[in-house]
């Protein structure tokens, strides 16, 4: 009983063997994610197309459920910038921004999202997640990180534009330039350049002059804060906002209400796949980070786990004012290397977050949109790394065509279409791939029992005896295809009399290869041709010996090749 | 030149020899298949919604373009049962049934489907059939079977019935039972009743009296055209036609018409998908007749040209009056059996059946629909077998489930969804297999080289060496999988300084796995574990040795397993 609950409660475990150290350690790295998760998660509700305080509160519960139910002791859950970016292409499709149904439909969207989540943990099913090839994931990500980086320009240039893909988005900032606003342009590209030299020069500086990387990190971090400060103050002192200047405003004073979404169905309907894809990448995302980091302490991540943790902390957005949130790459890195011991760091994190909602906002009146959207610009222009075409161009062509379809589709149609066909073509690929497998005619390499391809190597071969190798296991989208290559073969050859199939790289047969060696053996039969097998794996042979096939074969089943082609020549 | 021409006009390489002996034996194969294609098209025609003369029609250009283009000796192509279904199915939801604008759908369905098949032919994607396993197959034509028979019995009964799937004829049949017309019925059971004592007692009977399996087979071919005949009479002696008893009526005496196929963008668009599926059903159901018939005279079945050999006769379809058309099963059979040398035999049929639709046509202004109703029930009731359920089930439960679901969404939803259902399930169970291959912790069995599950053999194992062995090739479904795996292994057990992942059962690293590779070469080095490789494939080998990550890797590659753990203990 007690360890079904703890599977469940992840926190029962780490929690009975909580430490002095350990709460020191979690209140360091507690404090500094605080400091870089404040004009981040505004950013990102801004991203998303909702007001700056649902980042704070996206940022407060989730990632005290996800303290509570996650196997992660370093991954920072919250607002993330594709995960944000997917939200507002799945709600602008819908609602329009900035009315309240927007932010009642991200309600539903987290919730539902949570829901997905949960359920896939619960069921087991995280594999699904798998589908998402690797190439796919780059692939996208860098995608993703292009339009969220175009979508952010108009608010650089204090002008509007709108659109989910790079064309429309590059189209309507080209159709509007005329109405930019030269102090936000400004305040935007001095931000901007200002938080690219704190990543590229400053830290190679503070280095160089002498201090150690604790505290040029941590400097480091400080650079959003320092821009956010000084641009608030830069606009406070000047009434720049009176000049056309966009700020955030009036920000209730509060921790998170509590909030329900809508269960309209047709509202949920409209929802479903957008949440689906948001749970997957957002899954995708953090697993990959829980992963990398428990390795360096050689811990643990129960994959479904994870999503129970995930789904928790989206429950909890949809119920105090959130959207949806998942464990982000950067912030992750933050915890870990600030020290994280444990999942409270995250809980002291939400508290950091909670005060800062209460007693902050009202200083972040005058905070431009423009220094948010420079923020979010550098952030997700780490995400862009177009090396992907390259390395998978080298490695294997069908892997480059998954990702470059999936770059193209993005830009040009969107996130939903372009993740979507990512994940169709990469499967595509796949089955096309192992419905053709690699077969090699074998013979025996002389002076050994070994039986290699004839075509690379010098071997003994006999006139009425062919030796196939399949390099795959047998099932439907390759059954038939075997069926013509042993036709083929065998159709021209007089000579032959008999065809072993040497099984060694055969992990499977499904029903249909089954009924294709059935067809195989008796069409060869029909022929006067006998069929072998030799080599056959002890889980396929299980299988075999529980059918008929084996006593219709009209020639044996033999331990190795060498044995086969042995016996039947002394036949 | 010649090579080629004759790769893409098969009819060059064997009809440079042809013999008299050939010509006998087409001629003789070409009467017996013509009695049994007349009443057999006919009522093709109708279970496609279409007038009578469009089953004739579809039996004469197509038959012979096939024997310019096909590869198969002895496939005869004209309308076949589930095909037709399929036409009425896909039309009926767009044009109602009767009307012209119906038959010109049905044009355009074959035009459509024709030029599908040419163009998987010549670009020789003839490997998208493989999607559809054996078992899915075999459930959704032992459901179209079902459907069949159900959508026959309204002629039967001389009632109005409609729909598509098993429920709604049901129902409609249920409702309309009111209206029977029972001279109709009386006719229709009859028939119905002789079609299968022909089948199943009087064969015996002839074989008992004496008489060869040649003439006991061709005196039970004669069935239908008996029924045929004998119903007719009574119609037209009785004047039964005047008592309710629908008749085929008149039918034009002429050669296959001329006739364009509509070209309108909305009803092609319309009929895209079902003119696809119609084009893959259709082929499968081709090829594997083809192959069969093929192997028993050791001949060849090119699938490429095959598809350019359908693709050519439902173009001829549409042009001539038809509908899509397929090679046929049993007629197929008949063909062969009756000794029919080369495709000149189908020519020869259809000159037949063209002489039919000239001369005969009149002579069949009173058979009965209920007689047409009765070949067809008869005819179909041979393809339904549920014997597939219990043969997946035995094999394996995910089979199982295919076919199961196939037969269920057919039955209920129609013979579309059912199909479709049937593809997505059988692809998404098959990586869902791949995603968790099954994956072996080994040890060497004492006194040999071998290396062996350690959960099922006595086998020397060193604490500090883990050995896996995955078996299935490493690609996106199941590469974080495998990061999952190797991690709990090792994370828990810190004895553990070596990981040898043994290759043999991997025929293909993606680009996925070699990243997932790379994580958990890199997450293993955190832990201070090294990652080796022994028993690579060559061409996997070749793959990786362009990439950084054998340098990359903590550990080394070796040839086989048994150097890998000597060596590394030797170290």
């Known amino acids: 009983m007690y360890t079904t609950l703890s599977r469940y409660l992840p926190i029962l475990s780490w929690g009975r063997e909580y430490t002095r150290s350990d709460l020191g350690n979690d209140l360091t790295a507690a404090f500094i994610v605080t400091i870089m998760l404040i004009p981040q998660s505004l950013a990102y509700a801004l991203l998303a197309g909702l007001p700056a305080e649902a980042g704070l509160y996206a940022s407060i519960v989730p990632i005290m459920l996800y303290a509570v139910f996650g196997t992660s002791r370093s991954l920072a859950v919250g607002p993330v910038a594709v995960v944000s970016l997917m939200t507002a292409a799945a709600l602008s499709n819908i609602v329009e921004q900035g009315t309240m149904g927007y932010a009642v439909a991200a309600l539903s969207l987290a919730g539902l999202s949570g829901v997905i989540l ?11 997640a798998n589908f998402l090839s690797h190439p796919v994931i780059a692939g996208f990500i860098t995608a993703s990180g292009l339009i969220i980086a175009a979508s952010q320009l108009k608010h650089i240039f204090g002008i509007n534009a709108d659109g989910h893909n790079l064309l429309e988005l590059v189209i309507s900032l ?49 650079g959003p804060i320092v821009v956010v400060v000084a641009t608030t103050a830069a606009v406070w002192h000047w009434g720049l906002d009176a000049r056309g200047v966009r700020i955030v405003g009036e920000v209730p004073q509060s921790l998170p209400p509590f909030t329900l979404p809508s269960f309209s169905p047709a509202l949920l309907g409209q929802l479903l796949l957008p949440a689906f894809l948001i749970s997957i990448i957002g899954f995708v995302e953090s697993i990959s980070v829980a992963q990398t980091l428990a390795a360096k302490k050689r811990q643990r991540i129960d994959p479904d786990q994870e999503l129970i943790g995930l789904g928790a902390a989206n429950i909890g957005a949809s119920l105090t004012g959130g959207f949806p949130v998942t464990g982000g790459f950067s912030r992750s890195v933050v915890n870990f290397d600030a020290g994280a011991a444990t999942p409270a760091a995250g809980a002291f ?111 003994i071969t006999h006139p009425s005896i062919v030796t196939l190798r399949v390099d795959e296991s047998l099932y439907f989208a390759n059954a038939r295809w075997l069926e013509d290559q042993i036709q083929s073969r065998v159709a021209g050859d007089k000579a032959v009399r ?57 020639g044996k089943v033999f331990l190795s090749q060498y044995e086969a082609v042995h016996k039947i020549l002394a036949a």
């Open 118 to 128: 949960l359920a896939m943990g619960l069921f087991r099913l995280g594999f699904v």
């Open 174 to 222: 080209g159709s509007n330039l005329g109405g930019i606003n030269w102090i936000t342009a400004l305040i935007g590209v001095l931000a901007t350049g200002f938080l690219f030299w704190v990543r590229k020069g400053l830290k190679p500086l503070l280095t160089k002059i002498g201090f150690g990387a604790g505290v040029t990190g941590f400097l480091v971090k400080l």
């Open 349 to 459: 994190t939400a508290v950091g977050l909670a005060i800062a909602a209460v007693a902050l906002t009202p200083l972040i009146y005058f905070l431009p949109i423009a220094t948010l959207a420079a923020t979010i610009i550098v952030a997700v222009l780490s995400l862009v790394d177009f090396s992907i075409l390259k390395r998978s161009w080298t490695y294997n062509r069908g892997d480059f065509a998954a990702v470059a379809t999936t770059i193209l589709l993005t830009l040009a149609l969107g996130v939903e279409a372009g993740i979507s066909a990512g994940v169709l073509l990469s499967v595509l690929l796949h089955l096309y791939r192992s419905s053709k497998p690699h077969i090699a005619e074998v013979g025996q390499v002389p002076g050994t029992e070994h039986f290699r391809n004839i075509l690379r190597h010098d071997v």
């Open 498 to 554: 008999h065809v072993i199939l040497q099984c060694s790289a055969i992990n499977e047969i499904d029903f249909s290869a089954l009924e294709s060696l059935e067809a195989i053996n008796e069409r060869l039969h029909e022929m006067g041709v006998q069929l072998h097998l030799s080599e056959v794996k002890g889980p396929v042979m299980d299988r075999l010996n529980e059918q008929h096939f084996l006593h219709q074969l009209s």
